[in-house]
């Protein structure tokens, strides 16, 4: 019987195989949060649901958040909060559910944005979100330098940042805002990059489809987050308002 030594040469084609799988169901749960999060706020804008959560003037006009909106508009971050938990403690159908019902919940708390940019001005910005986005997930998966110096110092800008903001609903800067815009789209299009590395990294064969879908779903929700910042920063630097 001929022997035949395996080499770790041998078995790259079937890792290689593995991690594109892995990060294509990385990518399709990101598109499908994007995609429920859109279909969500174009429900809630143009549905009787719109009541439901903003207060509407007589003459059609949303005015604010009701009680309702307020608490759509907390929930992303409680229950972004709460996400790391279920996926450690949940059983999968949790996390699922978690992952969607969140798409959903920021679909709502991002409704407004609707009623205060054009729809030319919305899909423009978001056409180059989606450009910048792809390139720098691109560049963070192919490179081959340690991107986690950056990441880290990038995490640590975002932290800056949310406390500026926080100062700055007292201070009410216009040009602070405009700093932090900018600011905020350099550091989430780093993140981008940061992200996706480091959920290449994280792929492993030996994992099962349980532990792989958690991971798949992880690593969506950071790329989603990445990308909704981006677009969001970016809209408020180069959208037309109504």
Same mark, same amino acid.
């Given at each position: ?11 790259? %084609?079937? !890792?290689?195989?593995? &991690? ?8 399709? =749960? ?21 009541? &439901? =959560?903003?207060?509407?003037? %007589? ?5 604010? $958040? ?6 759509? /508009?907390?929930? %992303?971050?409680?229950?972004? /909060? ?25 679909? @709502?708390?991002?409704? %407004? @944005? ?10 423009? !910005?978001? #056409?180059?979100?989606?450009? +910048? ?13 340690? $991107? ?14 949310? !406390?500026?903001?926080?100062?700055? @609903? ?12 900018? &600011?905020?789209? @350099? ?23 349980? +532990? ?10 950071? #790329? ?7 677009? $969001?920063?970016?809209? *408020?630097? /180069?959208?037309? *308002? *109504?």
């Amino acid at each position: 019987m001929e022997n035949k030594t395996f080499t770790k040469t041998d078995a790259m %084609p079937a !890792i290689d195989e593995g &991690l594109r799988q892995y990060m294509m169901r990385v990518y399709n =749960f990101m598109c499908g949060g994007l995609c429920a999060t859109a279909l969500t706020a174009f429900l809630v804008a143009n549905t009787p649901l719109l009541g &439901l =959560f903003f207060n509407i003037s %007589p003459a059609g006009q949303v005015m604010g $958040l009701s009680a309702l909106g307020w608490l759509a /508009f907390l929930a %992303p971050l409680i229950m972004v /909060f709460a996400f790391s938990w279920v996926v450690s403690r949940g059983t999968l159908g949790q996390v699922q559910g978690m992952f969607w019902g969140y798409a959903a919940v920021m679909g @709502i708390s991002l409704t %407004p @944005i609707l009623f205060a940019y054009t729809g030319a001005s919305v899909a423009r !910005i978001f #056409l180059i979100s989606a450009a +910048t986005f792809g390139g720098m997930s691109i560049y963070g998966y192919t490179t081959k330098k340690d $991107l986690t110096a950056m990441g880290s110092f990038m995490i640590m800008g975002l932290w800056g940042v949310i !406390i500026a903001s926080l100062v700055n @609903i007292f201070l009410r800067s216009s040009g602070l805002d405009l700093a932090l815009s900018i &600011l905020a789209v @350099i550091i989430f299009t780093g993140l981008t990059a940061y992200d996706t590395q480091k959920i290449r990294m994280m792929y492993m064969t030996a994992d099962n489809h349980d +532990t792989m879908t958690r991971k798949a779903i992880t690593g969506a929700l950071a #790329l989603y987050l990445d990308f909704i910042n981006l677009f $969001l920063n970016l809209l *408020r630097l /180069f959208g037309d *308002r *109504r």
